[in-house]
C-alpha cells in the first residue's frame, strides 16, 4: 500500500502536481486533489468544445446543461442535509 509521501512524489510531475503541492506542507488533502481533477476536467471540455464544429459543439453543449442542472440539485440536497456551499 502507497502511503501519502509516495502519492505526492507520483503526483508532482502530473499537471495538478505544482499547482496542488505549493501550500501543502506533508499532509495531503483529498478534497484538493479532487478539486484539481474537476478544474483540469473541465478546462479540457471547454477546450474541445471550443474546438468543435457543428453538430459535436451543440451536443457537448447539451451535455453541460444537464450537468448543471444536477449540481443545483446536488447543492440544494447538501443544503437541506447541513452541508456548506463548498
Known amino acids: 500500500m502507497s502511503t501519502p509521501a509516495e502519492f505526492k512524489l507520483n ?3 502530473t ?3 505544482h499547482d496542488l ?3 501543502m ?3 495531503f488533502e483529498g478534497q484538493a486533489l479532487r478539486r484539481a481533477m474537476k478544474e483540469k476536467l473541465f478546462k479540457e471540455f471547454q477546450y474541445i468544445q471550443g474546438q468543435a464544429v457543428y453538430p459535436l459543439n451543440a451536443f457537448l453543449t ?5 450537468y448543471q ?3 443545483v440539485v446536488y447543492m440544494i440536497e447538501g443544503l437541506k442535509g447541513g452541508r456548506t456551499v463548498e
Open 11 to 13: 503526483l508532482e510531475d
Open 15 to 17: 499537471d495538478y502536481g
Open 21 to 23: 503541492f505549493a501550500n
Open 25 to 27: 506542507d506533508d499532509k
Open 62 to 66: 447539451k451535455m453541460l446543461h444537464g
Open 69 to 71: 442542472i444536477d449540481n
